[in-house]
């Protein structure tokens, strides 16, 4: 029957019906669950993947096996930007739940099979890559229709407070996952697999147990075959591109001159520019550019990539600071740093979960230009603060500045959410939540290429001189120190980055440990070696990734501020109409 909505049906009500008063706490619980998952298994990975790659019986920093580490740390990342529209999309189509549902069923058996690896070496590997691929397949479900749930759930005067919840629980996420990967990986590695099993299955049941469809949906809609190709394929290649231009090629410490790297790069450029206008070709584009006309949905999401990109790099600059330099430099073993990384960065996550629901509950009343651009006004002055202070720093100092980092990016983070979602009609929500997703998790991916290669650069300029200075000044022979000063610095950076100590790993592919006294290599292998030498290049490259970060910041921030003020569309066409491609231009301001 055309035009029929799903709310001309004899529908599942599950426990709660739509009418019922809690009913959007059910939504608010089940979806922030699905989506802490979901973000939490984006980053546990980061800081396990020493104890993993030690379980599988792989050396993570043997050349021959950077492709496993890149896509360990890649994978999950890459899939969700690249699905997450499709999904929204489908979402809006099939009904937002039951896609959400499958999610949240694919994600839990996905845990299941790699806390179960049964293989080593490159088999176990690839059995790991393959089942975070698919569990970041159900991640995406979960993460493009979160969002459009909760819209459809909450009055439009409550959206603030709710998705500024469902916000934060996306962003801490990111960071909770490197604070439980460390203390599980420290116990068993399976476990930063397990972890998932128990809470997947209860999401799982009580999502079908509770959820069920209350908004708008297109019951006339079509996937967009083509623009799905078209969107993956380019978007996938751009990503793996830019991933890759961190490897060396040659006798460049980058890899920006590698065939492969330009053909990705370019290619995917080429194909994402042809897919903008097949879309606004198509009748039912799964990624509708006519959104864009909207003055909200169009600035918040510029703000929201930007924002992405900056905070990708802080977090993985951060743990390299941590791990590689300021603890070891504490008397904290290599080992063991993964761990306290974590721990030392709870600051920015309280700052986060503190400011975020408070600012996202305050822009259903005032809107989301005052503190969206204030927060990332604030994020800009902190990148710059981390630049002012010592490499060795005092942690208090440490610890305010990454709580104001924290503060700033919860007043951005969910009244930006607030405003893109209000801005759009009902039956829009899902491909708006899914291409809004898509933003954020591509600046995700963005961000490691981008800041490493900037860390590499700086770098790349000073290292090899203090290196060479340092390994001769302790008794290694001016072959081996000239040998050593010239591998790329991304083999150092890796290794701090996974905790290991570089000069050890160094010391140990060339054969040295046994021809150096027990002084010189205690000194060299020691907990102060490595983090002293590398720490005037680290800070030169430092310099380069925060004033990036800091422009982008700024950036984001007149961004917010061209998006306006306070937006909520109202939808004009009864709800068992099919929706139209042609929302209405929304120019208005508070």
Known sequence: MAGKSVTDKTVRTGAFNKDHPRYKWVALSNTTLGILMATINGSIVLISL?????????????????????????????????????????????????????????????????SLDPLLGGAGALWLILWRVVQAVGGSMLFANSTAILTDAFPANRRGFALGLNQVAAIAGTFLGLIIGGILASIDWHLVFVVSVPFGIFGTIWAYISLHEVGARDPNGKVDWPGNIVFGIGLTALLAGITYG???????????????????????????????????????????????????????????????????????MLIIWLQGIWLPLHGYSYESTPLWAGIYLLPLTIGFLVSGPLAGTLSDRYGQRAFATTGLLLVAATF???????????????????????????????????????????????????????????????????????????????????????????????????????????????????????????????????????????????????????????????VIVFV???????????????????????????????RSQEPAEALSDV
């Open 50 to 114: 020493p104890s993993i790659f030690k379980g599988i019986q792989i050396n993570p920093l043997d050349p021959s096996n950077t492709s496993y580490l890149l896509w360990m740390l890649m994978g999950y990342i890459l899939v969700t930007a690249v699905l997450v529209v499709s999904f929204g999309r489908l979402g809006d189509i099939y009904g937002r739940v039951r896609i959400y549902n499958l999610g949240f069923v694919i994600f839990t058996l996905a845990a299941v099979a790699l």
């Open 246 to 316: 961190i490897q060396p090629y040659g006798n460049s410490s980058q890899g920006w001159g590698n065939p492969f790297v330009l053909g990705g790069i370019i290619g995917g450029i080429v194909l994402l520019v042809f897919f903008v206008f097949l879309e606004l070709r198509v009748k039912q584009p799964m990624f509708n550019m006519r959104l864009f006309r909207i003055r909200a949905f169009a600035w918040g999401n510029i703000a929201g990539l930007v924002a992405s990109v900056g905070r990708g790099g802080l977090q993985f």
């Open 384 to 542: 710059v603060a981390l630049l002012l202070i010592p490499v060795n720093f005092s942690y208090g100092i440490f610890a305010v500045i990454t709580f104001l980092n924290g503060i700033g990016s919860g007043m951005f983070a969910a009244p930006n959410r607030t405003s893109i979602m209000n801005s759009v009609d009902s039956r829009s929500r899902g491909a708006a939540s899914g291409m809004t997703g898509t933003f954020q998790n591509a600046g995700n991916s963005l961000s490691i290429g981008i800041f490493f290669s900037l860390m590499i650069a700086g770098l790349a300029t000073t290292l090899p001189s203090a290196l060479f200075k340092g390994l001769t000044a302790n008794g290694v022979s001016t072959h081996y120190a000239t040998i050593a000063a010239a591998q790329p610095p991304v083999s150092d950076l890796f290794a701090a980055f996974l905790g290991y100590n570089p000069i050890q790993s160094l010391l140990t592919a060339f054969h040295l440990t046994g021809t150096l006294s027990q002084g010189n290599l205690a000194a060299l292998t020691g907990k102060t070696f490595f983090p002293n030498l590398i720490s005037e290049p680290f800070h030169a490259g430092l």
């Open 548 to 578: 990036t970060a800091a422009i982008l910041s700024v950036i984001g921030a007149v961004a917010s501020l061209a998006a306006g003020g306070k937006y909520m569309h109202v939808d004009t066409v009864p709800v068992g109409t099919v």
